[in-house]
């Protein structure tokens, strides 16, 4: 569960960042994400894009995953967060020396074999770009790309079926120019989201977790995602609406949440496929609800 005040917040911001206020994005060409992240947004990029506004000042998101809204929009001021500290130093490794994280990703790729990924998932690397290696590694050869710990905190997902250790579509040189402008904090959603001011855009994208449920991936979510953690996001966002933020958020199309969410925002129910089932035909279609503030671009 979220804690609602969260002390020793983890910052990190590039020397190199630029202060450029109205401009909404930078100019490094398409990036995609290089990690699979369950409830990725890849999908919404690529049908709802239209949703997000097309100018503000700051990109605030506090619940980054894989990042695909971020790198789509590329700002270039921008505030990313999220609990999972592995997560958020996997990305500043890369912001910071993307040549090494490559360097300790391609000796993984040399070595990969089922007993060697139990071995790197028991190991704990001391250096920042050897930890953000194996994070990408253990990601890309684990079961469907699922992120889960124990109960001591420790990476639990066993080997997957997938070989493939570096990708075609990889350029973390252009993962690490999209990041130079952004600040990485590992902590609450909260404290994020009450940073946005007026004209500021909040992209939040929670783990899926509803009142009742029977759904054992909502289940599972709720350890980390309680029902109370989804009410204090929605009166994060609330004030955050009320300050002027623009906001895009994404959440369970159920009726509960709903019913959080329509007196004070706009609405609309999409459709995905579901990318966690191991059986290709049992991927099927699953509405999310999209919680909006109405545009104000000109």
Not at 238 to 267: E, K, P, W
Request: aromatic share 14%; hydrophobic share 35%.
């Amino acid at each position: 569960m979220y804690k609602s005040h969260i002390e020793n917040l983890q910052w990190f911001k590039s020397d190199n960042q630029k202060h450029n206020k109205h401009m909404m994005t930078s100019n490094n060409g398409i990036v995609s994400p290089f990690l699979k992240w369950a409830g990725g947004k890849r999908w919404f990029v690529a049908k709802h894009a239209d949703l997000l506004p097309r100018t503000f000042n700051r990109y605030f998101e506090p619940f980054l995953g894989s990042g695909a809204v971020y790198f789509h929009l590329q700002p270039e001021n921008a505030y990313l967060g999220d609990s999972n500290k592995d997560l958020i130093d996997t990305y500043i490794a890369i912001q910071k020396n993307w040549k090494l994280v490559l360097r300790h990703l391609k000796e993984h790729k040399k070595a990969h074999c089922r007993e060697y990924y139990y071995r790197v998932r028991a190991q704990t690397p001391r250096s920042l770009q050897a930890k953000a290696a194996r994070f990408i590694y253990l990601n890309r050869t684990c079961w469907n790309g699922l992120y889960r710990v124990n109960l001591q905190g420790k990476f639990n997902v066993p080997i997957g079926t997938r070989n493939s250790v570096i990708f075609d579509t990889d350029d973390f040189e252009k993962v690490s120019q999209a990041l130079q402008g952004a600040f990485l904090l590992s902590g609450d959603f909260e404290e994020l989201v009450n940073m946005a001011e007026e004209n500021d855009l909040l992209f939040v994208d929670p783990p899926y977790t509803v009142r009742h449920n029977n759904n054992g991936f909502l289940k599972y979510n709720e350890t980390l995602f309680s029902w109370e953690d989804q009410k204090r996001l929605f009166r994060s966002l609330d004030r955050a609406r009320d300050r002027g933020a623009s906001i895009v958020a994404t959440n369970a199309c159920s009726q509960c949440v709903m019913d959080l969410y329509t007196d004070a925002f706009s609405t609309k129910e999409v459709s995905r496929n579901s990318l966690i089932s191991p059986n290709l035909d049992s991927r099927k279609k699953f509405k999310e609800l999209v919680i909006y503030t109405e545009s104000r671009d000109e």
